[in-house]
């Protein structure tokens, strides 16, 4: 009798446990990080590998009125946008090697499972509102234009734009705790910079934060137009009274039941900072 049966001997007769030695299932991986690029691909059969049917994403920097939009949208009857989603960050692990070898076998990598869950859990938040269609206006979004637009490749866009110099004021109000004036322009420029190249790879439509404040109603039209969904005069009278939605972590969306209320004026040309300077030019905001 080894030493292993004699320690177990003893530890049921005292205990009444006793060792065992763990299966096998498989050789461990790392855990799950997103999946490499050369690795993402088109659904392999949209019918079947997607549930939702033209998803829209607003594609926007930070502190662009993505909130206010979010809001007006979601008045809509056929428009499901609820708070910022991330859902590009959920990843997909196989665990084990023989877990990766049995999705190959169905052929899948790890892009397209975790395509299927990104699908399904928007699909799932649209079902449970009972509207038509989704959308998802997480301003990080625009940084992986490319993985959405190969996800879902009967998505629609729609570009929120706003003065680079009052998002870059507004990003410093929001966390001066966190950055001084310079970092916030340096940072919001980065979405700027990240908006502005999937406007140029995706086709969409363009809303400006100014006009949608100067004039909900016409922008609010436009929109529905492109979308191709009736325009409904509730959209400019949005949310619930006395309420004031908090999103996630440290920050909040600041909507209160009202209607689209204007905006805060441009700055002078004076008063933007060199580095968005570019930025302004490319998007009309200097000649």
Known sequence: MTWQRTLNKALV??????????????????????AAKELVRPPADPRTDRLLVEPIFIMC???????????????????????????????????????????AELGHNQADLEHLLWDRVLHRELVRSGKRYIVDKTPSNAFAYERIATCWPDARYIFLLRHPASIAESWYEAGQDKRTRDEAVADALRYMKAVHRARKALTGLT?????????????????????????????????????????????????????????????????????????????????
Request: a positive charge.
């Open 207 to 287: 809303v400006r934060y100014e006009d949608l404040t100067a004039d909900p109603e016409a922008q609010t039209r436009a929109i529905c137009e492109f979308l191709k969904v009736d325009w409904e005069p509730g959209m400019l009278r949005y949310g619930k009274p006395d309420v004031v939605r908090k999103g996630l972590g440290d920050w909040k969306d600041k909507i209160v039941s009202g209607t689209v209320q204007p905006g805060r004026d441009v700055p002078p040309p004076e008063q933007i900072p060199e580095a968005l300077r570019p930025m302004c030019k490319a998007w009309g905001y200097l000649p």
């Open 13 to 34: 007769r005292y205990t009444g446990y006793q060792l065992k030695r763990s299966e096998k299932t498989g050789k461990p991986v790392k855990p799950p990080e997103s």
């Open 61 to 103: 920097p930070v502190r662009s009125g993505s909130t206010l939009l979010r809001a007006v949208l979601n008045a809509h009857s056929e428009l499901h946008a609820p708070h910022e989603l991330h859902v590009r960050r959920l990843t997909v692990g196989f665990g084990t090697s023989l877990a990766e070898k049995a999705m």
